[in-house]
C-alpha cells in the first residue's frame, strides 16, 4: 500500500500553475454539496438554478471570509508581511470565517430574491456538514490542523486506525492525534442525523435544521479543537472553542425557545414548492 505521507501536497500542474490536493478536496466538497442541495430544491419543487445563483456570491464571500478571518486573529503577522495578506495557496483558511460569511450571504441573498431564508439554509446545512467533512482531508494530506503528539501504540491498538492514516499522522518521526478525522467522522454522523430527522413528516420545522446544524457542529469542534496545535488565539482563550461555545449555547436556546413560543413555524416537510405558496395565501 502506497504511503500517504509521501504523497506531494501538489497533485499536478497547469501552466506551471500547482493545483494541490487540498484545493481539489474542497473543490470536490463544494460541487458535491450543490448538486444535493440542488436535487433537494428540485424535489420541492423549486427552482434549482437558485441554489446555483446564491452559490456564486455565497461561496465568493465565504472564501473571503473564511481568509479575513484568519489575518485578523494573525494580524501582528501580516502587519508585517502585508504581501502575504492574499497568499491563500499557502495555507491561512478558517472555517468559521467561511461559514458566517456564507451563511449570512445566503441568508440576505434568499431574501433579496423572496425565498425563505430559512428554508435555503435548511436546505444547505446537511450538505454543508458534508462539505465540511470532505474537506477536512485536505488537511490530512496536508499533514495539517492535527493534535498533540500521541504513541503508535495509540492509533494503532486503542483506534485501531488503518495504516495509510497512522502513516500520514506520522510527521518528522513522531504521531499526532488525528483531529482532522474525529471532526471528519463527527460531521458524516451528522449529517445522517440531520437528513433522518428533516425527512420525516412533520418533525422538523423551517430553521431547525439550520441551528440543529450549529448544535451538532459546534459541540463537537469545541473539544476536538480543545486538542489542536494550531489553534487561533485570542488572550488566554482559542477563538475557534469561544466561537463553538456561544453558537451552541444561542442556537440551543432558540430551538427551546420556538417550542414554548406560541408563534407558528411551518414544517420543512410541508414547504414544497407552488404548493406551499398555495397554501400561505
Known amino acids: 500500500m502506497m504511503n500517504i505521507a509521501a504523497i506531494d501536497p501538489v497533485a499536478f500542474d497547469i501552466f506551471g500553475w500547482p493545483i494541490r490536493w487540498y484545493g481539489i478536496f474542497i473543490g470536490a466538497a463544494i460541487l458535491l454539496a450543490l448538486t444535493l442541495a440542488s436535487r433537494d430544491f428540485r424535489r420541492k ?39 502575504e495578506i492574499l497568499q491563500i495557496w499557502n495555507g491561512g483558511i478558517a472555517i468559521y470565517g467561511g461559514v458566517i460569511a456564507g451563511g449570512l450571504t445566503l441568508y440576505y441573498y434568499s431574501k433579496m430574491k423572496k425565498m425563505d431564508p430559512l428554508f435555503v439554509t435548511d436546505t444547505v446545512a446537511p450538505y454543508l456538514l458534508l462539505a465540511q ?10 499533514q495539517e490542523a492535527h493534535g498533540g503528539e500521541v504513541s503508535l501504540a495509540f492509533l ?12 500520514g499522522m506520522n510527521i518528522n518521526g513522531a504521531y499526532y492525534h488525528p483531529t482532522f478525522l474525529y471532526e471528519s467522522i463527527w460531521n458524516v454522523v451528522g449529517v445522517v442525523i440531520l437528513l433522518l430527522t428533516r425527512s420525516r413528516n412533520k ?21 476536538i479543537e480543545g ?31 420556538r417550542r414554548i413560543n406560541d408563534k407558528y413555524y411551518p414544517y420543512y416537510s410541508e414547504h414544497n414548492g ?8
Open 227 to 257: 486538542l489542536r496545535t494550531d489553534s487561533l488565539w485570542l488572550g488566554p482563550f482559542r477563538i475557534s472553542q469561544l466561537l463553538a461555545a456561544v453558537l451552541f449555547i444561542a442556537a440551543l436556546l432558540m430551538f427551546v425557545a
Open 203 to 223: 418533525t422538523l420545522r423551517i430553521g431547525d435544521t439550520t441551528l440543529l446544524y450549529l448544535i451538532w457542529y459546534s459541540f463537537g469542534r469545541f473539544f
Open 133 to 142: 467533512a470532505i474537506g477536512r482531508w485536505g488537511n490530512f494530506v496536508n
Open 45 to 83: 419543487g423549486w427552482d434549482e438554478e437558485f441554489i446555483l445563483d446564491a452559490a456564486v456570491w455565497s461561496i465568493l464571500i465565504g472564501f473571503i471570509g473564511a481568509r479575513a478571518y484568519y489575518v485578523l486573529f494573525e494580524l501582528d503577522y501580516y502587519l508585517q508581511n502585508p504581501g
Open 156 to 167: 494503532k491498538d486503542t483506534l485501531h486506525l488503518p495504516q495509510f492514516i497512522i502513516d
Open 274 to 281: 407552488p404548493a406551499y405558496k398555495a397554501m400561505q395565501k
